[in-house]
């Protein structure tokens, strides 16, 4: 049964990557209003989402580095080892993921619908 600090660190680095999805959704909501808003207040709320997103990834990181340190101090066995550093490492690559994408978006959005 998985219990105590690494499980603590793994819900945080979870709670991470919600947020980051969260964010990406409202990105995603702001980027099809721009061009046809009359404000430029999507625009603002846009970007902000991406640099939310991106601040999101960097606190996964160290969240992904407590949480490995965490279960390597903590963990009753290498199989609890194991699969504490493995989830870690996946939400971690997913906080990489919604990153990638969301700077893919920005270069998109200035690039061909701000600019463009």
Do not use: Y
């Not at 998985?2 to 499980?7: A, I, M, S, T």
């Not at 980027?31 to 991106?54: H, K, N, Q, Y």
């Not at 990834?57 to 279960?71: G, I, K």
């Amino acid at each position: 049964m998985l219990k105590g600090k690494p499980l603590e660190a793994l819900q945080i680095l979870a709670d991470l990557l919600v947020e980051a999805a969260q964010e990406w959704i409202k990105a995603l909501g702001h980027a099809t209003l721009i061009g046809r808003a009359v404000s430029g207040a999507e625009t603002e709320d846009f970007l902000t989402a991406i640099d939310r997103i991106a601040a999101l990834e960097h606190e996964a990181d160290d969240a992904q580095r407590a949480l490995t340190a965490s279960a390597v101090q903590h963990a009753s066995d290498f199989r609890q080892l194991h699969l504490f550093t493995a989830i870690g490492d996946r939400l971690e690559n997913a906080s990489d993921a919604l990153k990638r994408a969301s700077l893919i978006l920005h270069e998109h959005m200035l690039k061909d619908v701000i600019n463009g």
